[in-house]
């Protein structure tokens, strides 16, 4: 399985953008697909998560009640919907794809494949 993240762009602070992250084959029931970023200097880290079957998803404080995860099982498609960004929110951003849901989830290291990542950047 490839995955294909875009979406990303310049905005302003306070501005929305939506990601998208296609996987280039069927996504089954108990996978796990998340976001991470990365900004200049730092680790990578957890943005969100989704449980393919269910839908259940987590997130980063950080995000929360601005970010949204979504899925759409027709298109093989996860969304990221990133409301309300701040200029901390600027960095690369990769979705990541595991065969299985793990409590784990947060972890880049549970992750196996990769999308190549999108920049973000917001401009206060």
């Known amino acids: 399985v490839q995955l294909q993240a875009y979406g990303g762009g310049l905005v302003q602070a306070g501005g929305s953008l939506r990601l998208s992250c296609a996987a280039s084959?069927?996504?089954?029931?108990?996978?796990?697909l998340a976001w991470f970023r990365q900004a200049p200097g730092k680790e990578r880290e957890f943005v969100m998560a989704?449980?393919?079957?269910?839908?259940?998803?987590r997130y980063a404080d950080s995000v929360k009640g601005r970010f949204t995860i979504s899925r759409d099982s027709a298109k093989n498609t996860v969304y990221l919907q990133m409301n309300s960004l701040k200029p901390e929110d600027t960095a690369v951003y990769f979705c990541?794809?595991?065969?299985?849901?793990?409590?784990?989830?947060?972890?880049?290291?549970?992750?196996?494949?990769w999308g190549q990542g999108t920049q973000v950047t917001v401009s206060s």
């Open positions: 989704i449980r393919w079957s269910g839908g259940s998803t």
């Open positions: 990541a794809r595991r065969p299985r849901w793990t409590t784990n989830y947060y972890r880049p290291s549970e992750y196996n494949t």
């Open positions: 084959e069927r996504i089954f029931s108990d996978t796990a």
